[in-house]
């Protein structure tokens, strides 16, 4: 599962912020007088997160001295977000933009922990709320060049609140990729059909490339169904010992294939899914998910995500899953979901049902057993 690196850095969201609304009063006085193509929204988004049967504090562990030797964590789902007890915040997200004719950039900034948890991976132990930042070029009507930071290509669900309809996210998802660097290609075919080719820093690595390998990604689209590919190493090749001796090893190579797709089966009736399998030298992952949607009035829309998920060798025990003496384990997880409109606001109550093949998660009798039932209230405003 994706680490979590947790930084102060008030004085960079204080400073980049001025910056971006600086950003924002320019471009609202161009677009008065040139009709300007700058850009600016994002969203502001909290919750409330409660649990059925499983712990909802910390408690602290003693030693037999009485001093604090560890902590019992709030029992939480194994997958990213929308985790802490009581009422509790997301993120705020910043986007800058500009759209010209031939060239344009995006500039995407997080704060908040749900921003602390998105851009982890890079550069480790830094200050970091760049989620996106690239610029791109319209070669042609066809085609256009992407060069920088960029979120994932694969799976349904994405970091901001604002383009999910479940609040918490499943675990396809929270193993990611969250994010990608590089340079990819985009390819408008006709007819309903597209193609995207990658070349890409190792998985999650957004600033920085550590290992000097690169990934490769590629897409291929029809009509709202696509076709996801991600390969390449993810480790080092030369690794050496205290002696300064060359130590020969395996770097770990990554291949992941994914669909991503839905269809409008009514008008008011949306059926999204999501298909994945990864293996990392034989450790890996695979998955499955059904988004079922609703729309009962203008303003409110409730939904259904059934994902089944299971991981082999080491992913298990890093997942919070659960795994076998084998690290083999999964989890089947339903999430009942309403969307209800308030202009900009959304309102989300959400109740989640987790089922997992081992013994994980932790009730109030500090006992552990196979399922949690959790309740989720999130406001999500997005401009």
Known sequence: MKTIIHTNYIKNIILLAIMLVGTASFAQDDEEEEGSKFSFSGSVDAYYRANFNGLNKEVPVLDTAGDQIGVIPATAPGSSFANDPGFALGMVNLIAGYEGDKVGFVADLVFGPRGEDAVFGSPFGSPNIVNQLYVYWNVSESTTLTFGNFNTF?????????????????????????????????????????????????????????????????QLGYSGQYINVLFG????????????????????????????????????????????????????????????????????????????????????????????????????????????????????????????????????????????????????YGF
Do not use: C
């Open 233 to 380: 190493k993810q480790g080092f090749n030369e690794v050496l010992d205290g002696t300064g001796a060359l130590v020969d090893t395996d770097v770990k190579s990554l291949f992941q294939i994914d669909y991503t797709g839905g269809f409008d089966v009514s008008d008011d009736f949306f059926l999204g899914i999501n298909a994945t399998y990864q293996d990392t030298d034989g450790a890996g992952f695979y998955g499955a998910a059904l988004y079922p949607q609703l729309k009962t009035s203008e303003t409110f829309t409730i939904g259904l995500r059934g994902e089944y998920f299971a991981t082999s060798e080491f992913f298990g025990d890093i997942a919070g899953i659960g795994s076998d003496a084998d690290g083999d384990g999964s989890v089947f997880t339903v999430t009942l979901t309403g969307n209800a409109k308030v202009g900009d606001l959304t309102i989300i109550p959400e109740i989640r049902l987790d089922s997992s093949s081992e013994d994980v998660f932790v009730n109030n009798d500090l006992e552990v057993n196979g399922s949690l039932a959790s309740f989720v209230l999130a406001a999500v």
């Open 154 to 218: 694969l799976g349904y669900e994405v970091i901001s609140p604002t383009a999910n309809f479940n609040y918490s996210t499943s675990y396809m998802f929270s193993y990611g990729p969250f994010s990608h660097a590089g340079l990819k290609a985009d390819f408008d075919l006709g007819n309903d059909w597209s193609a995207m080719l990658a070349v890409l820093n190792p998985t999650d690595f957004t600033d920085i490339n550590p290992f000097g390998e690169l990934s490769f990604g590629a």
